[in-house]
């Protein structure tokens, strides 16, 4: 399966969601690359950071930002179970590669505004399955349920998932980590995984 997390806009939380849903996978037993199609870098950045920290490579990340990405990683998704797209903001063709390439799309928005829904033209495949999902939400719940209602109008739809903003993520990020290997992490991880099973459940 190849998911994508794909939205124009930068500083929604591309990389950290798909280090965080990679990092779920792999401790589920399942054989996991995390595809850096962002010139930027910043899961390859973080990836370097870990293996300065001698910490465990729980997965492959790879980095391979062109708009060639969507026959390059035909061959990178034959050797796992789940390869997961981080791609990049405002660089039109490698998105649309990845789109060409992609079982599944996240499209990871904060709150309102809701800046960059109109990421990509979905034209590429119009049967594409694709979610927003909402990231670094306030904790409050009669917040997220603001928020998702606003969201239940929009075209993707939004899963019923959420991820709250908590800086163990932030944390995590800047030291080559997973929320799940710092303390005070136990929401975190519960949200990523509520995240993963949920898009298991429309891939499947």
């Known amino acids: 399966m190849i998911v994508a997390l794909l939205n124009q806009q930068g500083g929604v939380g591309k990389t950290t969601l798909a280090l965080h849903l990679a990092g779920v996978w792999a401790c589920q037993g399942r054989r996991v690359a995390v595809i850096d199609a962002d010139p930027d870098a910043c899961a390859v950045e973080w990836s370097e950071l870990r293996a300065q920290e001698t910490l465990p490579s729980r997965f492959t990340v790879i ?3 062109r708009d060639t990405l969507h026959r390059e990683l035909a061959a990178v998704a034959r050797d796992v179970d789940r390869a997961i797209v981080d791609g990049p ?10 789109l060409m390439a992609a079982d599944f799309v996240l499209v990871p928005v904060q709150p309102p505004p809701f800046q960059g829904l109109a990421f990509v033209e979905t034209t590429v495949r119009p049967q594409l399955r694709i979610r927003l ?5 306030k904790r409050r719940a009669s917040v997220k349920r603001d928020l998702s209602q606003a969201l239940a109008d929009y075209d993707p739809p939004a899963p019923t998932s959420s991820i709250a903003e908590r800086a163990v993520f932030t944390e995590a990020m800047e030291n080559g980590r997973l929320a799940f290997e710092l303390p005070h992490s136990r929401a975190a991880v519960q949200e990523i995984a509520a995240l993963a099973a949920e898009v298991e459940r429309i891939v499947s």
């Open 89 to 98: 903001s405002h660089i039109e063709p490698i998105t649309r590669s990845a």
């Open 63 to 65: 980095a391979i930002a």
């Open 133 to 137: 999902v909402l990231n670094r939400c």
